[in-house]
């Protein structure tokens, strides 16, 4: 009988590795409540009330930036500078520099979550709705799309709940009058309908509108203005100021117009109130030097308490290990912090020099980029760079925020050129003229990618723009 050994190479899971990758994903907001929680659970921390360099450790001046880490690379600006700093000025109750200047604003303010749009509907709604009739709103507003449109229909919601199609058809009335105006529609058509309806107040443009959308939708969407004028038997100069009318005052997509206090039009529901990073530029020698300030949120120094460590040496038996777990605890914390630094600061600094320009203000240079071509070129698994990107925010030096995602977004560059398009349109550009247009651009892209991303970026189609000017003959 013989035996055979095998041998193979596993990874090991250190507690080190764990540490960090667990650090990595956080926000500058989440860095600082994770660190309050240890610094509350392990006596062996603490947060010492003095400003010193994350990375270099030096004694950094008041209110200035380290003067190693923040010198400039090259001669020529080409490399940009990317340090970590402790910057806790974003919100009060972070850092201290709020308190003592006097301010007082609720920081519940910088980090309130805006509340999505079933939720605002149904806040207007709440004291004319009754009691029988809550289940069926907030199941209504739970199928609520991105659009601002329902995907079920009033029958299958009347079925569902065993009540009367009536009762179901009160309750979306109901809701369809809240703000935005036509939210909870089944339809584009149904929506512009609702706007009409309460818009309307006898204005006979309104009113044409309103018949052009019920009886010549076809023929409104295909632009067919003297089919329309004959059916509705009315001169085509009337049916363009109808269809103006509806470019400016109606819009077909509740959902991603301005509600509450936010805008919806861009953002899916999310706000950003924080940058995890931030972009800024100075002049080199005549050239633009690029600045990456990565935000370490803490008012104060982290290290391990050095009379804590004498204790644990000089204690015996059971509490001795118990003073070497919180201590061991501690060193890996502030171990995996200057990690997580040492990692985004690579990361940033490559991404900075690819995405160069895209930073500086100019959304068509953004480059095709994936996370695993960073993750290459840096010599790091795909898994490290997907947690480094995920969730953070970046202040670009024109003060745009945007997720640190965005720099992955391969159809940025067509989408900024796309609404270019549309911009210096002098009447009203169909899907198919603005596929052309960009494919003069360079960007080959299908029709129906065009009608995909002229809807991300909320433009209505072209038979619901308002005209800018004559058509060429």
């Known amino acids: 009988m013989f035996y055979f050994q095998q041998h193979s190479l596993r990874t090991t899971t250190t507690a080190h590795l764990m540490q960090t990758m667990s ?55 080409s490399e940009p500078i990317v340090f970590v700093s402790q910057r806790t000025d974003f919100v009060g109750g972070i850092g201290k520099r709020g308190q003592e200047e006097g301010e007082d604003e609720d920081e519940e303010r910088f980090f309130k979550q805006p509340e999505n749009l079933a939720e605002y509907v149904l806040q207007q709604i709440a004291p004319e709705l009754g009691v029988e009739d809550r289940a069926l709103a907030a199941y209504w507003l739970s199928h ?63 009113e044409l509108a309103q018949r052009m959308i019920v009886d010549g939708w076809d023929l ?41 206090q936010e805008s919806n039009s861009h953002r899916s529901g999310q706000a950003y109130y ?44 059971e509490q001795r290990e118990e003073l070497r777990s919180d201590l061991e605890r501690a060193v890996l914390l502030v171990k995996c912090l200057q990690q997580r630094n040492h990692t985004l600061q690579r990361m940033m600094r490559l991404l900075t020099v690819m995405q160069r320009d895209f930073i500086l203000g100019d959304e068509r240079s953004l480059k095709s980029l994936t996370r695993a071509e960073l993750a290459q070129q840096l010599g790091l698994h795909e898994s490290t760079i997907s947690r480094s990107v995920a969730n953070k925010v970046v202040q670009l030096p024109n003060g745009r925020m945007l997720p640190l995602a965005s720099f992955f977004v391969r159809n940025l560059g067509v989408r900024s ?15 198919t003229e603005l596929m052309n247009g960009l494919a003069e651009r360079g960007f080959v892209v299908a029709r129906r990618t065009v009608a995909k991303y002229r809807a991300l970026e909320g433009i209505l189609p072209s038979a619901l723009r308002r005209p800018t000017g004559k058509r060429a003959v």
């Open 23 to 77: 650090l990595i994903p956080l926000t500058a907001l989440e860095l600082y409540q994770h660190v309050e929680a240890e610094l509350a659970a392990n006596p062996a921390l603490e947060l010492i009330a003095e400003r010193r360099c994350p990375v270099c450790g030096r004694l950094l001046p008041e209110g200035g930036y380290c003067p190693v880490c923040t010198r400039p690379i090259s001669a020529d600006g």
């Open 274 to 317: 924080v940058p995890d990073m931030i972009f800024s530029t100075a002049d080199l020698n005549g050239k633009t030097q690029i600045m990456v300030e990565i935000i370490q949120p803490l008012a104060g120094t982290l290290r391990v308490n050095p009379l804590y460590q004498k204790i644990t040496r000089e204690a015996q038996g």
């Open 220 to 260: 409104l969407g295909k632009r067919q203005y003297g089919e329309l004028a004959r059916l509705l038997d009315c001169s085509v100069a009337n049916v363009e100021a109808a269809v103006s009318y509806i470019a400016q005052n109606l819009n077909p997509f509740p959902g991603r117009g301005h509600w509450g």
């Open 144 to 206: 609520l799309n991105e659009d601002g449109l329902v995907d079920v229909s009033i029958e299958e919601v009347a079925w569902y709940h065993h009540v009367p199609v009536e009762r179901v058809r009160a309750v979306q009335r109901l809701i369809q009058r809240c703000e935005p105006l036509g939210v909870g529609s089944c339809t584009t058509k149904e929506a512009l309908l609702v706007q009409l309806d309460v818009l309307k107040e006898g204005n006979w443009v309104a």
């Open 417 to 431: 050129v796309l609404r270019e398009l549309v911009a210096k349109e002098t009447y009203p550009l169909s899907d």
